[in-house]
């Protein structure tokens, strides 16, 4: 078929549930509705698709259509309008190259960036509000999981007695420091010897997995100990002792992902304007204002390497009328947070998908830079 709207992406639909036809028939009434808020009607498709039906052939794939869920008429000998069923259609028969951000706004986004310093916090804060900026819908961020940080350097600082501050700093730029009491104290000479070796063996591993190391490190010291008790030195002495407390109050790397959020307030309007009532706004008000909801979204996406478009009232009811794109970005090769976009279902998806994809190559290139 030929037209202002390209229908040639791959079916993918089940045929015993809708035949090629009505595919056809239906990418067209969905993407009609995303380009003009109005019902769309027979006279819609013949006017603006090469479709070759007859007015009267289209409005019986309408009732056909209808009759399986796709579609309803808002007013009696009206056009028609999508329903949650129809989206998800339509997004999972989507052609999902995408289109590049125009020069204008590629402009527009390196000036918001350029404002900051790089540094995560900072570029994961001004991602969600440029991604809100170009698409007008709410945008949100995820930031990686502490224990998923890559160690930079480590650090053990004698503050006297038989207190130890332990500096943890991660590619990303992030910083814990936790101080931590040991049973004897250890000479500031051997705490340098003993940072130096925990560089050595730790440097470029994740947090979670010097955890992991640091607890086996102990029982190996131990073990090196009891077989030749003479003659070893203080590093080895205090290592046991080092590796055990410094497993045991990994506390500071334990926290939940932190969640960016912006245009919000964006959302609700465009939602009150389609009709959702007070209550149910103020209801989706609180699940997003706790994260917990956007939290448990957006982790599933950090594993994925594609653009995951959910129709999210197919998975609670509570967020009907809302469509969630989400992507993964990286540091390096390995993907560490993801980022996306919520809006209404009447979205235009091929722009947001593209603007998602522009975001996130620019900000895993950011992240990549700064970590090394």
Do not use: C, W
């Amino acid at each position: 078929m030929a037209g202002r709207k390209s229908t040639d992406s791959p079916k993918r639909f089940d045929e015993t549930e809708i035949t090629e036809r009505q595919g056809d028939v239906l990418k067209m009434v969905v993407g009609g509705y995303i380009d003009q808020a109005q019902p769309i009607s027979s006279f819609y498709i013949i006017e603006n698709f090469d479709v070759g039906l007859s007015s009267a052939t289209i409005r019986s794939v309408f009732a056909d259509l209808e009759r399986k869920g796709y579609l309803y008429s808002p007013h009696r000998s009206s056009g028609r309008v999508p329903t949650e069923k129809a989206y998800r259609f339509f997004v999972e028969n989507l052609d999902r190259l995408g289109v590049g951000l125009i020069d204008e706004d590629q402009r527009k986004v390196q000036s918001e960036y350029l404002k900051h310093q790089f540094r995560m916090p900072e570029i994961l804060d001004v991602t969600s509000k440029v991604l809100s900026m170009l698409t007008s819908y709410a945008a949100v961020v995820l930031s990686p999981e502490p224990e998923q940080a890559v160690l930079k350097h480590i650090e053990l600082i004698d503050m006297g007695q038989d207190e130890v501050l332990v500096i943890l700093v991660t590619r990303s730029g992030a910083v814990y420091s936790r101080s931590v009491f040991l049973e004897n104290r250890i000479p500031g000479d051997t705490l340098r010897q003993i940072s130096r070796r925990l560089n050595e063996r730790f440097k470029g591993m994740d947090l979670a997995e010097m955890r992991t190391r640091l607890q086996g490190l102990e029982s190996q010291a131990a073990d090196s100990l009891r077989l030749s008790p003479d003659g070893i030195d203080g590093e080895q002495q205090y290592l046991p002792m080092i590796a055990r407390t410094i497993a045991d109050n990994f506390d500071p790397v334990r926290e939940k992902e932190t969640v960016y959020t912006a245009g919000l307030d964006q959302l609700y309007s465009q939602l009150a304007a389609s009709g959702r009532g007070p209550k149910r706004l103020n209801e989706l008000g609180e699940l997003f204002d706790s994260h917990d909801f956007l939290r448990g979204i957006f982790k599933k996406s950090t594993s994925l390497d594609d653009i995951d478009i959910v129709i999210q009232g197919d998975v609670d009811d509570r967020f009907d009328g809302l469509s969630i794109i989400s992507a993964s970005y990286k540091m390096g090769e390995k993907n560490i947070g993801s980022l996306g976009v919520v809006g209404p279902n009447r979205m235009d998806y091929v722009r947001v998908m593209g603007t998602v994809e522009y975001i996130r190559r620019l900000i895993s290139n950011m992240i990549t830079r700064i970590s090394n």
